[in-house]
């Protein structure tokens, strides 16, 4: 009892602390995954968290992470104490209905809240005991769309704390082959934290940035990392019908024919003018509007109406695009001033008035309407303006609406857009405004098919089939079922017009790439997933009987494969005597909570939350880039950066004296990570010290162990001309072949016997790596030493790791964070991840006809990685090919090569790839003796 209320007193004090200072860190994030799988465009994303309470009272743990708007949730689990909770989907209303009460009661504060423009924040928490641990896990997916000639993946990495054991790996598999890849967006400042390799259809980025970079780099502060990472890539295009996918009797076509001729365009701009416009919006877009101008082909034809309770026109009818029209244009654009009130169905009906007068053959029509209110003069009833609209578009040309801040009613924008074939996009008030428009516009700027209707004889259930504009740059997606999953009677077809001429694509020959006897279930959901989207799409279009019964369709499906849509929402069951958690998607068209990005320093979501709890309330404001959370001046690059790294021995980091005190205020917003738990040394303790910052722009080059190519290789990824050289190689037992990257095509070299290699000694730190050679021909390393000071060492094998500090020596499984010195281990699956100052590796475990073995990667360098030496330490080599035929040589630094193409199988990869390579002796790849790469001991 008095045991109780001390309990209740101390938290009682640490609620008020909290409170009043709301920041982290009593709690600890020990590790944070984030890993993406896309398969044909579509995205399945998992984000994994694992947090330990170190209190020595029961706490209130939250897991807030944000996530594309686009995608759906489809999956949440909690695992606290080896119990699992689950997040179910059910009908929004019943889930209203069912725990309105526990919302109105304010203990739920589960909700996922729109954030920006591109992001929506999901959030929940749970209480968990003193010392315990809890693992979130959230799937989220979407079909990424193409936008200008590019799929972009978009990962926002907010971890809310540095993290030790921080990652994010990306894996993309496109049957077509990957045209390229690249990596985007704030975080990918952090160069030699990501690791990008793209082997024909399969492309790895990985991105494993040190606790120190997690807290200096752009964005970042204390809480961590705040920030994008955009995987940007498009697919080959060979097939003019497209890519057609099939599985379990579903298929998805994406259809984006290349080398076709743009057709000329007419086009009219309705801008808006009202006095709400007035300041940065209207300047902004004057600006947008003589860019866009300027980008008209001479064959365009095109109109200007500005508006406010009454027209103005620049022509009453559409001019060329000549060079005088489109001076003369500009200077009326320059004189736009904003003045009235808003009558968008009057500008709207000119505008379509227009077009219709100019009948152009061969030309597409696009009618543009941009504006930032509500209709406020004129008709203003938005029924009677969708039906004038519609009626006068008749169909013959799609509209599109932006709908500019976030004072109109998107809506109705929406509806309206949908109704006449276009879409509605919102135009965010802020500095980029006028390159927003401009984006918008650059998406329909080059027309090259119009009424594209997309035919499916012998299928099914499909999603949407016709089209009326198909644009440069984009890609039009269909999905359904292939009747009776009779794949030899399915015909795709697609017809169209190009101009003046109608054109059909069909392909007699076509071999729909079937995931064959494999069933992948991802085709499946791509069809659940469009169709979903389509039919929120089409109720908004609709009322009364129709609607309901759309939306019971919409319903039926989001319930089925568990996504989480407008119309439904996931319920979070917690431990006995926790609340429930509803959440929500929000809606489209609200001004989100939290604005804008990039992140402000805003108060979290302090305003979402409900009394009565004890809930960290986040800031998320960052440190300026400039400098570092002490205070000092951000380092410049290498050099530096090094020094920092050796400021702080590995293992003793100089904040950790002033952990231990969380909570308190002042503690707040220093530097120091929380490692009191160093203190209590448990299974779950671990700490490090990293240094370095990554701003770098040399793309990290190392080196990637390979086995033997007696492998069994897919030939279907292989080009023919290409296999036709690969040499008949005899397997030499005991021989394991290395690959080394350069600018193009890959060397390989093979290493014989069961030989120990060093594979990283850092001379300017004490970190060294060593590993062993199996003595099977297919296999790989048996054992890999980390050794981090003369008697700290940790080696991995295949069956578990063992830490050796003096002559103490421990073994471990790896599934908790194993911490040593500067050094923090920790096994995944079939990974065991490696952090040892500004270092991150991974040693991966194969296992191949029964026989296990390990294969080390680099994920992350130190920036002077110059000092590096070892296997894994190589910089990439440059060569030159300097004879073709008879046989093929290689200049290497001014000396000439015989070499022979080869083939090896690619073990830095969790699924290894088979890639060609340039079969040379070990010392020509390594430009010095094997020798050097030789230890006696490991
Ligand atoms: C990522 O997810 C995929 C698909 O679920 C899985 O096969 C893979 O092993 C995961 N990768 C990591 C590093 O966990
Ligand atoms: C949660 O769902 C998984 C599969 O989705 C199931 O195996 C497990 O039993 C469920 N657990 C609970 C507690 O409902
Ligand atoms: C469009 O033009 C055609 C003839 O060019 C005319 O018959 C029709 O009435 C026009 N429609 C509208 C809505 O103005
Ligand atoms: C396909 O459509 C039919 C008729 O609308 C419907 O009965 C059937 O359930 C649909 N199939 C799937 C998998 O949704
Ligand atoms: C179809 O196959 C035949 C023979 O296999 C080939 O000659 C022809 O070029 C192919 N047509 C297309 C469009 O690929
Ligand atoms: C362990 O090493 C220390 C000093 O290095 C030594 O004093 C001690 O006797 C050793 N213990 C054992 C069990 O060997």
């Given at each position: 009892m008095e045991r109780a209320v001390v309990q209740i007193t101390l938290f009682g004090l640490l609620l008020s602390l909290v409170s009043a200072q709301p920041i982290k860190s009593?709690?600890?994030?020990?590790s944070f995954h984030i890993n993406s799988t896309v398969t044909s465009r579509y995205a399945t994303t998992l984000i994994t968290s694992r947090v330990a309470n170190r209190m020595d009272v029961p706490k209130e743990i939250e897991f807030q992470v944000r996530i594309p708007?686009?995608?759906?949730?489809?999956k949440f689990r909690m695992f606290i104490d080896g119990q699992e909770y689950n997040g179910t989907v059910k009908a929004k209303e019943e889930a209203q209905q069912q725990y309105t009460g526990a919302v109105s009661r304010g203990e739920s504060a589960g909700i996922v809240s729109s954030v920006g423009r591109t992001l929506e924040e999901f959030k929940t928490s749970v209480n968990v005991a003193a010392h315990k641990k809890v693992t979130f896990e959230l799937t989220y997916e979407e079909l990424l769309k193409r936008t200008l000639g590019k799929y972009e993946l978009q990962i926002h990495a907010r971890p809310m704390q540095p993290v030790k054991d921080f990652k994010v790996d990306v894996y993309i598999h496109e049957k077509s082959g990957i045209n390229f890849i690249n990596v985007k967006g704030g975080l990918s400042k952090m160069a030699n934290a990501i690791t990008t390799q793209h082997v024909d259809k399969q492309a790895w980025v990985y991105f494993y940035p040190t606790e120190d970079q997690q807290k200096t780099c752009e964005g970042c502060g204390a809480q961590g990392m705040n920030g994008d990472l955009v995987v940007v890539y498009d697919v080959n295009r060979g097939v003019k019908l497209g890519d057609i996918m099939t599985s379990d009797g579903y298929f998805v076509h994406h259809f984006a024919p290349s080398d076709l001729t743009r057709i000329p365009k007419n086009v009219v701009f309705v801008i808006d003018q009202s006095g709400s416009m007035s300041g940065r919006k209207i300047q902004q877009t004057r600006i947008a509007l003589r860019h866009i101008l300027s980008d008209l082909a001479e064959d365009d034809f095109f109109g200007l109406i500005t508006f406010d309770s009454m027209l103005f026109h620049w022509k009453r009818e559409l001019v060329q695009a000549s060079q005088t029209n489109l001076d003369n244009a500009k200077k009326f654009v320059n004189n736009i001033r904003d003045r009235g009130t808003t009558d968008i169905n009057k500008a709207v009906l000119e505008g379509a008035r227009m077009l219709n007068a100019t009948s152009r053959e061969g030309a597409a029509s696009i009618l543009i309407l941009l504006t930032?209110?509500?209709?406020?003069?004129?008709?203003?009833?938005i029924e009677t303006i969708q039906a004038n609209v519609r009626k006068a578009i008749a169909d013959k040309f799609p509209l599109y609406c932006l709908g500019f801040g976030f004072d109109v009613n998107f809506e109705f924008l929406e509806k309206m857009s949908l109704q006449n074939n276009g879409v509605a996009r919102r135009i965010y008030e802020d500095s980029d405004a006028d390159l927003q428009l401009k984006g918008f516009y650059e998406e329909v700027a080059t027309p090259l098919l119009t009424d594209v209707t997309m035919v499916y004889m012998g299928g099914t259930n499909l999603t949407q089939t016709n089209f009326s504009q198909y644009y440069n740059g984009s890609e039009i997606v269909v999905a359904g079922l292939i009747t009776d999953n009779n794949v030899e009677a399915f015909v795709p077809q697609v017809v169209a017009i190009s101009g003046t001429k109608r054109v059909m694509f069909s392909d007699t020959n076509t071999t729909f790439e079937s995931t064959g006897t494999v069933s992948d279930v991802r085709i499946q959901r791509v069809w659940a997933y469009l169709t979903v989207k389509q039919l929120l799409e089409k109720q908004l279009q609709l009322s009364g009987a129709e609607q309901e019964k759309v939306k019971k369709e919409a319903l039926e499906l989001s319930l089925k494969y568990g996504f989480v849509t407008p119309l439904t929402s996931m319920v979070v069951t917690k431990p006995p005597g926790e609340s429930t958690d509803v959440l929500h998607k929000p809606k489209e068209g609200k001004a989100p909570p939290l604005l804008p990005p990039p992140p402000p320093r805003s108060h979290g979501s302090s305003a979402t939350r409900k009394q009565g709890k004890l809930m960290h309330h986040f800031v998320q404001g960052h440190l300026r880039p400039q400098a570092l959370p002490d205070g000092r001046a951000r380092p410049g690059r290498k050099g530096q950066g090094r020094q920092i790294g050796q400021a702080a021995p590995p293992g003793l980091p100089g904040q950790i004296g002033q952990a231990?005190?969380?909570?308190?205020p002042g503690q707040s917003s220093s530097p120091s990570l929380s490692v009191d738990h160093l203190s209590r040394a448990g299974d779950m303790s671990m700490f490090n010290a990293y240094g370095s910052m990554a701003t770098d722009d040399d793309v990290p080059q190392f080196l990637m162990p390979i086995a033997y190519d007696a492998y069994d290789f897919d030939m279907d990824d292989i080009q023919a001309t290409i296999s036709s050289h690969v040499p008949h190689t005899t397997a030499v037992p005991s021989s394991h072949r290395f690959l080394l990257k350069t600018q193009s095509l890959p060397l390989c070299f093979d290493v014989t016997g069961d030989a120990r290699l060093k594979l990283l000694h850092y001379s300017s730190r004490e970190l060294s790596v060593n590993g062993e050679l199996d003595s099977s021909a297919n296999g790989g390393f048996t054992k890999i030493v980390i050794h981090f000071s003369a008697d700290q060492h940790v080696e991995i094998n295949t069956s578990e790791i063992i830490v050796r500090e003096g002559n103490k020596t421990s073994h471990h499984t790896g599934e908790d964070p194993i911490t040593a010195g500067g050094v923090t281990v920790i096994k995944r699956n079939k990974e065991v991840d490696v952090a040892a100052g500004d270092v991150r590796l991974v040693v991966l475990l194969h296992e191949k006809d029964g026989m296990k073995f390990l294969w080390p990667a680099i994920r992350q360098q130190p920036a002077d990685n110059a000092y590096a030496h070892g296997i894994l330490g190589l910089n990439a080599t440059v060569y030159e090919e300097?004879?073709?035929?008879p046989g093929t040589k290689l200049k290497i630094n001014d000396q000439v090569f015989d070499v022979t193409r080869s083939s090896a199988v690619d073990y830095s990869i969790a699924s290894p790839p088979t890639l060609e390579c340039w079969l040379v002796s070990a010392a020509t790849a390594l430009?010095?003796?094997l020798d050097d790469f030789i230890v006696m001991q490991l």
């Open positions: 009593d709690w600890d994030i020990y708007k686009n995608a759906f949730i489809s930032d209110g509500d209709p406020t003069s004129g008709v203003t009833n231990g005190l969380p909570g308190l300097v004879q073709q035929s430009q010095r003796p």
